[in-house]
């Protein structure tokens, strides 16, 4: 085998593997919940990262999963938002709108409060 076809052999068997891997994770419906034993950097309390599922700060561990103002009610409107929009899609405008408009003027993290607004009136 050339130099060439091993370089290139070696080149794109990892990407493809990724790929797969992404792929697998993409066709799960629910996400993966994980409670990170530490703080999140920022001042955030968790972070939906499609396909990898949704990632919280232990300390919200015990919360009511069924409140509207929860932190898993609002990341699991993230996570249907990466469900109907797609992975790159979803990944493209929240990254667009977070760098232009912070958090606060974001539309997708409006529409991801939106069920505790409701409550609340």
Same mark, same amino acid.
């Given at each position: 085998?050339?130099?060439?076809?091993?370089? =290139? %052999?070696?080149? !794109?068997? +990892?990407?493809?593997? @990724?790929?797969?891997?992404?792929?697998?994770?993409? $066709? =799960? %419906?629910?996400? !993966?919940? +994980?409670?990170?034993? @530490?703080?999140?950097?920022?001042?955030?309390?968790? $972070?939906?990262?499609?396909? !990898?599922? +949704?990632?919280?700060?232990?300390?919200?561990?015990?919360?009511?999963?069924?409140?509207?103002?929860?932190?898993?009610?609002?990341?699991?409107?993230?996570?249907?938002?990466?469900?109907?929009?797609?992975?790159?899609?979803?990944?493209?405008?929240?990254?667009?709108?977070?760098?232009?408009?912070?958090?606060?003027?974001?539309?997708?993290?409006?529409?991801?409060?939106?069920?505790?607004?409701?409550?609340?009136?």
């Amino acid at each position: 085998m050339s130099v060439k076809a091993r370089f =290139f %052999k070696k080149r !794109f068997i +990892i990407p493809s593997s @990724f790929l797969v891997i992404i792929l697998i994770l993409n $066709s =799960f %419906k629910h996400p !993966f919940v +994980i409670y990170l034993p @530490f703080d999140i950097p920022g001042n955030q309390m968790a $972070s939906t990262i499609p396909p !990898f599922g +949704i990632f919280i700060e232990s300390t919200y561990e015990n919360e009511n999963p069924n409140d509207p103002c929860s932190i898993i009610t609002h990341e699991m409107v993230h996570w249907d938002q990466y469900k109907r929009m797609g992975l790159f899609s979803f990944t493209f405008n929240y990254l667009k709108v977070y760098f232009n408009s912070g958090r606060i003027n974001n539309w997708m993290e409006d529409e991801a409060r939106e069920p505790c607004k409701l409550k609340s009136r």
